[in-house]
């Protein structure tokens, strides 16, 4: 496992690196805290005052309309998906008015993985998820999910934790439009992320190579 997540960073830099960003820059992915301390569902996000943390979307996410199944096309790579390779999906099913079912899925060198939890509304746009089995959790706490762009028709969203930690672009298809992209790369800038951190996630039916979003 130890190597296996040696690998796959190592092959995320070569991607960066081959895609013409900087060693400096991809090394900063890692050694910067995007990816070391990493996992939005272990680092204490209370640290952030909220006046510098993730804005959240203008508007309340309607849950009956959010559910479904989201493709998750471009990520900032965490530690807990690091053995995730393609195919990556999150679905979502409304329980009640302020929890939802979570279903994360994704192809690895090994076979699928999935992995079950759910997640509870803290505001209009900001959810606290948690999965079981996955140690240091509890459902207490600061959120962790919070949407700051979703197209009006719910065919596209950026969510991310609020110290920007994580950030995941979902679409409702796994191809995204070259206007889509750039539209996906202007946003998360604007939300204060460094857009080379983003890395696209291969899929049937789109990209099927990694590939920094600040390249695209």
Same mark, same amino acid.
Not at 28 to 34: A, T
Not at 66 to 83: D, F, R, S
Not at 101 to 125: E, H, L, M, Y
């Given at each position: 496992?130890?190597?296996?997540?040696?690998? $796959?960073?190592?092959?995320?830099? *070569?991607?960066? *690196?081959?895609?013409?960003?900087?060693?400096?820059? !991809?090394? &900063? #992915?890692?050694?910067?805290?995007?990816?070391?301390?990493?996992?939005?569902?272990?680092?204490?996000?209370?640290? $952030?005052?909220?006046?510098?943390?993730?804005?959240?979307?203008?508007?309340?996410? &309607?849950?009956?309309?959010?559910?479904?199944?989201?493709?998750?096309?471009?990520?900032?790579?965490?530690?807990?998906?690091?053995?995730? *390779?393609?195919?990556?999906? !999150?679905?979502?099913?409304?329980?009640?008015?302020?929890?939802?079912?979570?279903?994360?899925?994704?192809?690895?060198?090994?076979?699928?993985?999935?992995?079950?939890?759910?997640?509870?509304?803290?505001?209009?746009? *900001?959810?606290?998820? $948690?999965?079981?089995?996955?140690?240091?959790?509890?459902?207490?706490?600061?959120?962790?999910?919070?949407?700051?762009?979703?197209?009006?028709?719910?065919?596209?969203? #950026?969510?991310?934790?609020?110290?920007?930690?994580?950030?995941?672009?979902?679409?409702? $298809?796994?191809?995204?439009?070259?206007?889509?992209?750039?539209?996906?790369?202007?946003?998360?800038?604007?939300?204060?992320?460094?857009?080379?951190?983003?890395?696209?996630?291969?899929?049937?039916?789109?990209?099927?190579?990694?590939?920094?979003?600040?390249?695209?």
């Amino acid at each position: 496992m130890r190597l296996s997540r040696k690998l $796959t960073i190592a092959a995320l830099l *070569s991607a960066l *690196s081959i895609t013409g960003v900087s060693t400096a820059q !991809a090394q &900063d #992915i890692f050694d910067g805290g995007r990816l070391a301390g990493g996992s939005s569902q272990i680092t204490n996000l209370s640290s $952030t005052p909220e006046s510098q943390a993730l804005p959240e979307v203008d508007q309340k996410v &309607d849950l009956e309309r959010y559910q479904g199944k989201w493709y998750q096309v471009a990520a900032i790579p965490q530690p807990y998906t690091l053995q995730c *390779s393609n195919d990556t999906t !999150a679905e979502y099913e409304k329980i009640d008015e302020n929890t939802i079912s979570v279903a994360n899925s994704c192809g690895t060198p090994f076979g699928p993985s999935v992995i079950q939890g759910k997640a509870t509304v803290r505001s209009d746009a *900001s959810l606290k998820v $948690t999965f079981g089995g996955v140690p240091f959790q509890t459902e207490e706490g600061e959120p962790n999910y919070r949407v700051t762009y979703l197209e009006d028709d719910y065919s596209l969203a #950026i969510v991310g934790s609020p110290n920007r930690l994580s950030g995941f672009v979902l679409s409702r $298809t796994p191809d995204l439009s070259p206007e889509d992209w750039t539209k996906v790369r202007n946003i998360t800038e604007d939300r204060g992320w460094w857009s080379c951190a983003f890395v696209t996630v291969p899929a049937a039916g789109s990209k099927t190579d990694v590939a920094p979003l600040c390249t695209l």
